[in-house]
């Protein structure tokens, strides 16, 4: 079952000498509990085209589909809601909310939709994410993976459709990004998450099922 199209998509930046087409008319499916690797070097477009399969930014021409909907037909309060409830974001530098704990940091999406918490799942979600007894710990009190994992654990409580992790382990030691990527694929395979993971490092993206490699904006390679 397709969960994700991306049709004829492209993003230019700039008019003229300044012109810089950074993703050029790119387009591919994923199914529902896929895990696609998207690999390229610096300045390769992978994070713009990340952005724009997640309705952080709004391409130049094209379309994505999530679940069915073109996500650019919702006006930019409706985006957000949607993006809230339907997509996980994981970045390389976490952004947790410093004076939220652990359990605090998870539960974040659901109040800001005014949605009751599920305790049976966040106490599963904590479990999975090895967290349970940093739960009530700020994030200063954690280390670089425990951080990361409290990200992925606000990412995954929404049950999203998708989600969309931008380096995640590009902050952290290899020990810490070895749990990251377990923990990872055990979400995709364990609970048929669909990830799609931005990565430069290639050991890290043969653990997914598919692999697009991006160069100059453009799809030059699928494995």
Do not use: C
Request: no cysteine.
């Amino acid at each position: 079952m397709e969960i994700l199209k991306v049709e004829n998509l492209s993003k230019v930046y700039g008019k003229g000498t300044t012109k810089v087409v950074a993703i050029d008319n790119i387009s591919f499916k994923v199914d529902k509990g896929e895990f696609i690797a998207i690999v390229g070097a610096s300045g390769s477009g992978k994070s713009t085209l990340l952005h724009l399969i997640g309705g952080v930014d709004r391409p130049t021409n094209g379309k994505v589909y999530i679940d069915g909907k073109d996500i650019y037909k919702f006006n930019d309060d409706e985006l957000a809601i949607f993006r809230r409830r339907q997509v996980g974001l994981i970045y390389q530098f976490y952004n947790l909310i410093p004076i939220l704990n652990v359990e605090e940091n998870i539960t974040l999406p659901l109040k800001l939709d005014n949605r009751e918490i599920d305790e049976k799942k966040l106490n599963e979600t904590i479990k999975l994410l090895g967290l349970e007894s940093r739960r009530k710990h700020l994030p200063n009190e954690l280390s670089g993976g425990q951080q990361q994992r409290t990200s992925i654990g606000r990412a995954m409580i929404t049950s999203p459709a998708i989600i969309l992790a931008d380096e995640p382990t590009g902050n952290l030691d290899s020990k810490s990004s070895d749990e990251i990527v377990s923990l990872l694929k055990k979400s995709n395979r364990d609970y048929k998450q669909t990830i799609i993971m931005i990565t430069h490092n290639m050991e890290i993206a043969k653990i997914a099922d598919r692999i697009i490699k991006i160069e100059d904006g453009k799809i030059v390679k699928e494995v």
